[in-house]
């Protein structure tokens, strides 16, 4: 930030309400402490704990990250404020601070510089809020008669500019750390170099040798290390075509990346940085589209839904597409801006702390004011988004009225990258208010993420709602992300959709994707299609077709689903609920160190005898009485097992202090040409709409399911027909149906004397009902209605 801009800041504080909260957050966080250190400077300076000899500290072990922050934040925001007002007594304050840790750490080398132990806390924490403090007062550091309190010697001393040069230095060195290994560019790394750069390049911008600060700087941009990888060669290639960091959901927004490159562009526009990687700023978009109903985000791997980046990704964006003109991108900022203020009721902002943001009062000096009123819309609620590097395949279905209690959500994949489970094909599922069906997710704590109830059980198969084969399902070691983890797993790949990625749909009624994976670590196939189909503004379901086979042995299959709740009751199709007994069959592991596939933390398990029935399960959420109601299709020999699990991370309503419900299907021998067909129907009510559920047969294959349901006083019946190949065919002479392609559904709606029917074709040529026939063409997708 210039003197030049200062105005600019001046003006927005001025005009609107959100940049003068912003300035008041920074006058609460620091005026009282200001004014009592210009009393007594000690009182601040005697709490900076002491630093440590080296960064050798473990994570863990570097306690002080959090007190040695704290100081520097206040620091930096009273350098904000000495920016702003250009009252002194903020710049003494701050630069006094930052003189006690220069006069230590100007006498170490870049090899045992640290503020709190640990290398990789130091530069997104303490370093980079110095760096930030340092850089606003500087024009305060650079007259001659400034003098700084020195603890040492308890008294006013003048400044010495080299010691603070000496300290940039050697902050910057040991992140750094060019006395290690060089970068290897292109090579697949973790996201711990784009969380280190603010800090570092905070940094390297505050050295006044103009000669060593254009070394640092091109080893940070072009060179790399082995520590802190080249940002343009090694960084910025892994984005990739959809433009997201290659992570779980959270760890992928990644704005301190949009936000380095708005920085460099800044500082040296001839290099024109953004030039190749629009790929990343269309990508900043790609989030708000994995939103659940109510507004929370789907989780894949180690992620949490309610960490949300997509406001501050949108700043930058903004920033940089301003500055260089890309009047497109300009506009999607400004609009996706304007939704997300008006999804929580305005702009609101608050300046907080927080030890790992230091761009948290950045909001305020990159403040761009947004109309209040925009005709532009992004429709963030596209049916099927597709997560190409984490295998995942989105699918909604919204309604306009009460989506939230209404709408519906699920995704289907798996794959390995940095914090990626081991899961094969799991699924999530979202209905009546709650993600009754969760992926597993990260534990509140970094602490926590290394207890064996994370590392055996949530991070593997049975935590998830998937499949395992054989008892064995498992990941690999070799190429895993994290040592000792097991987790590495090829990646699921999408073969079908309808409608495709961020496509419109050709129905309102009707979507689907199909994702498939060749498990070369279990040796086996798993195809997975889920489909959402709406019976009306009110009631929607799931259906959810596994298939499933060893290359070897089949030996059995177990289909695993989770499910929040207080209680499960199983009845067969008849409505006699089921008998069960004690169980051991899920105390087993295949002998790995972490105990794959997981289940040995399933309690209360018992089981059914195998039957050919139908099964109705109901999960109950007792809070506010909503349900998950789930049918199985008959015909198969199958048990079932409830259980319950470890409870559910980030729940509501206080399901997250709760066990959650299981309930695990086994199926003896192959599951492909039986494959798992099960209907959810999440509901407010007790009585599911859905009536019965019975499975589509080709000879002993079953090919998709007949569901009928009964909404009001309309019959419906929907025959759904999934097949394993794009050019299928499937002719049901009894039903005087056939049909040609991997997808398809016939929809019959019935009250009193009156039927409608429609064809619609997900993927496939052509779809015949009784003397109904319909032609997809080219597109291979269609829907027609008759009366």
């Known amino acids: 930030m210039t003197q030049d801009e200062k105005p600019h800041i001046l003006k927005l504080i001025e005009e609107y309400d959100w940049a003068k909260s912003m300035l008041n ?63 002194e007594k903020y710049a003494q304050f701050s630069a006094d601070i930052l003189w006690n840790y220069a006069a230590k750490l100007s006498q170490r080398t870049p090899e045992n510089t640290t503020i709190c132990g640990n290398h990789f806390y130091d530069p997104r924490t303490a370093y980079a809020h110095f760096a930030l403090a340092y850089d606003f007062i500087y024009n305060f550091l650079d007259h001659p008669d400034t003098k700084v309190f020195k603890e040492s010697a308890k008294k006013m001393e003048a400044f010495d500019k080299q010691v603070f040069q000496k300290t940039i230095l050697n902050m910057v060195g040991s992140t750094l750390q060019e006395y290690g290994s060089s970068d290897v560019h292109g090579k697949f790394i973790s996201n711990h170099p784009i969380l280190t750069a603010p800090g570092v390049l905070y940094g390297i911008l505050c050295v006044d040798d103009d000669k060593e600060r254009e070394r640092l700087f091109n080893v940070f941009w072009e060179k790399g290390t082995a520590h802190q990888n080249s940002f343009k060669n090694t960084i910025l290639p892994m984005f990739g075509k959809q433009g997201i960091w290659p992570e779980s ?63 501050q990704l949108y700043r930058y964006t903004l920033h940089l597409a301003q500055r260089r003109g890309y009047t497109k991108l300009e506009t999607q900022a400004k609009v996706a801006l304007r939704q997300a203020y008006n999804r929580r009721g305005g702009y609101q902002p608050k300046i907080g702390r927080s030890t790992f943001n230091s761009s948290e009062p950045l909001k305020l000096f990159w403040g761009i004011p947004i109309p209040e009123e925009i005709n532009n819309e992004i429709d963030f609620k596209k049916p099927t988004v597709l997560v190409e590097h984490a295998g995942i395949a989105l699918q909604r279905n919204y309604v306009k009225t009460d989506n939230e209690l209404y709408g519906l959500c699920g995704i289907i994949g798996g794959a390995h990258y940095v914090h990626s489970h081991v ?29 064996p109830l994370h590392e055996n059980y949530f991070r593997l198969y049975a935590g998830n709602n998937t499949v395992i ?88 299959h177990d289909y695993v689903y989770h499910n929040i709740g207080d209680a499960v009751t199983l009845e067969n199709d008849k409505g006699k609920t089921l008998n069960t007994r004690i169980t051991n069959r899920y105390q087993t592991d295949v002998g790995d160190p972490v105990q794959s596939p997981g289940w040995r933390y399933f309690k209360n398990t018992t089981s059914t005898k195998e039957t050919k029935n139908g099964i109705h399960a109901t999960f109950h959420i007792k809070h506010d009485n909503r349900f998950m ?79 009928i349901s009964k909404v009001n006083s309309k019959t419906i019946t929907d025959y759904v027909i999934s097949l394993d ?44 009902f009784n003397t109904h026939k319909l032609v997809s063409g080219n597109k291979r997708k269609a829907i027609k209605s008759f009366d």
């Not at 708005?262 to 940085?273: A, F, G, H, Q, S």
């Not at 959810?680 to 007790?686: G, I, L, Q, V």
């Not at 002719?731 to 029917?757: A, C, D, P, Y």
């Open 629 to 707: 109601h789930m049918f199985v299709s008959n015909g198969t020999k199958r048990s079932y097992t409830t259980a319950l699990a470890p409870p559910t991370r980030e729940a509501i309503n206080g399901y997250e202090e709760k066990p959650t419900q299981v309930l695990v299907i086994r199926q003896e021998g192959e599951a492909w040409n039986k494959p798992f067909v099960s209907v959810f129907e999440p509901s407010t009510k007790a009585k599911s709409s859905v009536q019965k559920v019975s499975p589509l047969m080709d000879g002993d294959k079953i090919v998709g399911a007949s569901i």
């Open 249 to 311: 959901t959270s760890y992928s927004f990644m704005p301190a990346v949009t936000m380095v490159l708005n920085i460099v562009d800044r500082v040296y526009p001839e290099k024109d940085v953004t030039k190749g990687y629009k790929n990343i700023f269309k990508g900043n978009f790609l989030f708000d589209n994995l939103r659940m109903p109510d507004g929370r985000f789907v989780r894949y791997g180690d992620s949490k839904r309610n960490h949300d980046g997509t406001e």
């Open 469 to 556: 084969v054989n008892g064995t399902s498992h990941g690999d070691q070799p190429g895993s992300w994290k040592g000792g983890a097991y987790v590495w797993q090829n990646t699921v790949v999408n073969i079908a959709a309808e409608p495709q990625h961020l496509e419109d749909p050709i129905s309102e009624y009707f979507n689907f994707a199909t994702q498939f994976l060749k498990d070369t670590i279990n040796n086996c196939n798993q195809e997975r299609t889920l489909s959402i189909i709406r019976t009306s503004d009110k009631t929607a379901y799931y259906l959810d077709v596994f298939r499933s086979k060893s290359l070897e042995e089949n030996k059995f």
């Open 423 to 451: 899961t094969g094909i799991t699924m999530e599922l979202y209905g009546a208010g709650y993600v009754m069906a969760p992926n597993a997710g990260l534990p509140p704590t970094v602490k926590e993420r290394r207890i």
């Open 25 to 87: 957050d920074l006058h609460d966080a620091v005026d009282k402490k200001v004014d009592a250190h210009q009393n007594n400077p000690m009182a601040i300076l005697s709490a900076i704990p002491k630093i440590p000899a080296n960064n050798t500290l473990t994570e863990f072990e570097a306690v002080t990250v959090d007190e040695h922050t704290a100081i520097l934040n206040d620091a930096s925001y009273a350098a904000m404020l000495y920016f702003l007002t250009e009252n």
């Open 725 to 768: 190949h794009s050019d299928s065919e499937y002719v049901n002479k009894e039903l005087n149906l056939n049909f040609k392609g991997r997808f398809g559904i016939v929809r019959l709606e019935s009250i009193k004397n009156e039927q409608k029917t429609t064809l619609y074709i997900g993927e496939g040529s052509e779809l015949g």
